[in-house]
């Protein structure tokens, strides 16, 4: 491992440089939360203030790494990473050479997590290269929020990605199973809207952490739902629109996940496509086999990748595949008046009847019953 620059295994261990360790996670936050706040204005600084980013987490020195000491993190919210982004940062790589430095923390001696470059640390490695330029930062005391702040706005994770990163730091922070988060959340958004709170809610997004808590404490929700709440707004996300539009993707079936990651297959548009299934369909048509749902969901997938389908289209698509899954044909007049005569044949209360009238009745039956016996034998 080369060194270049100061020595950063001194400025981030020992007593001595706590302040100087300190200043810099304070600046590098600060960056952070204007970077987030930015993304969400779309304003024309964002690019600068990420160079600022950068540039602060250089001035302690830079480091060759090499790529056999570092892992990814686990804890990372982006887990999609498409053959086609890793094979152009590894051509961006081979003819452009490393442009900034990778950001590791150092877990122990010569071992190293990945905080932000994991597509470069691929492609590198796609390449054959042994070391890559880096960064070492302490490993924060809360790693996944750290992570989180740092991908959520300014990386444009998927809709996937974001729900499973958020339900991690979530039952993080609140002790919860990460399978009761979305169902807490969509009760606490559903109260919020019986009593008025979605207009306040959306409002808070970007308020001061101090606003935000003081709001959150007049809403009727309990301590859990409080929590939820406050952890979404703090990362600078409406409740509500997560609940909405992030969570229900943890709930899409395991292909249209492996569309989300390996494909690039859009959250709305797989939402769209989940219509297209077994649990949906039976209900309407018992008669219809899982497979072939299946098959008619992937044939569907195909057409929304190859033809960049908006969602307004799959939708459409879907409806039709739907339709002609569930329709039935129309009965005939006959077969209408086969089933008029069963059904009231069947509503008879027969024991109000004369002896006459059931001794008719019987004597119709039988002629009509010889009658049905022949028709068989002639469809046979």
């Not at 993190?73 to 003819?95: C, G, K, V, W, Y």
Request: aromatic share 2%; proline share 4%.
């Amino acid at each position: 491992m080369t060194r270049v620059g100061i020595d950063l295994s001194n400025l981030f261990s020992g007593a001595e440089y706590s302040q100087e360790v300190h200043e810099l996670e304070a600046q590098v936050l600060e960056l952070q939360s204007e970077i987030q706040q930015l993304r969400t204005s779309g304003s024309q600084e964002l690019e600068a203030k990420i160079q600022e980013l950068r540039e602060q987490l250089a001035e302690g020195g830079v480091l060759e790494v090499s790529l056999a000491l570092v892992s990814p993190n686990p804890d990372q919210p982006r887990q999609t990473f498409t053959e086609e982004s890793i094979q152009a940062i590894a051509q961006s790589l081979h003819s452009d050479g490393q442009q900034e430095p990778i950001i590791l923390m150092e877990q122990e001696p010569n071992q190293y997590l990945l905080f932000d470059g994991e597509r470069r640390w691929r492609g590198a490695r796609r390449l054959g290269w042994q070391t890559l330029k880096a960064v070492v930062i302490p490993e924060p005391e809360l790693l996944h929020r750290r992570v989180l702040l740092a991908n959520l706005h300014r990386e444009n994770l998927n809709a996937l990605d974001t729900a499973e990163a958020l339900v991690r730091e979530i039952s993080h922070q609140v002790s919860l199973n990460e399978a009761e988060i979305p169902r807490l959340l969509r009760t606490a958004v559903r109260r919020l809207e019986r009593h008025g709170h979605l207009a306040t809610l959306s409002d808070l997004v970007l308020a001061p952490l101090e606003q935000q808590r003081e709001s959150i404490d007049q809403f009727e929700l309990d301590t859990t739902e409080k929590s939820i709440v406050q952890i979404l707004l703090g990362l600078q996300l409406n409740p509500a629109s997560v609940s909405a539009n992030i969570f229900p993707m943890l709930g899409l079936l395991d292909d249209l996940k492996q569309a989300i990651r390996e494909q690039g297959l859009g959250g709305m548009h797989a939402l769209a496509l989940q219509r297209l299934s077994a649990k949906n369909l039976l209900d309407k048509n018992p008669s219809i086999q899982k497979d072939v749902i299946k098959r008619a969901r992937a044939r569907l997938l195909k057409q929304v990748i190859t033809h960049k389908l908006s969602v307004a289209q799959v939708r459409k698509l879907v409806a039709e595949e739907i339709s002609r899954h569930t329709k039935t044909s129309k009965p005939s007049p006959t077969q209408r008046q086969v089933e008029g005569l069963i059904r009231n044949v069947e509503k008879l209360e027969m024991n109000q009847l004369e002896r006459s009238h059931l001794e008719q009745l019987q004597e119709a039956l039988r002629n009509t019953l010889s009658d049905i016996e022949a028709a068989l034998e002639h469809h046979a």
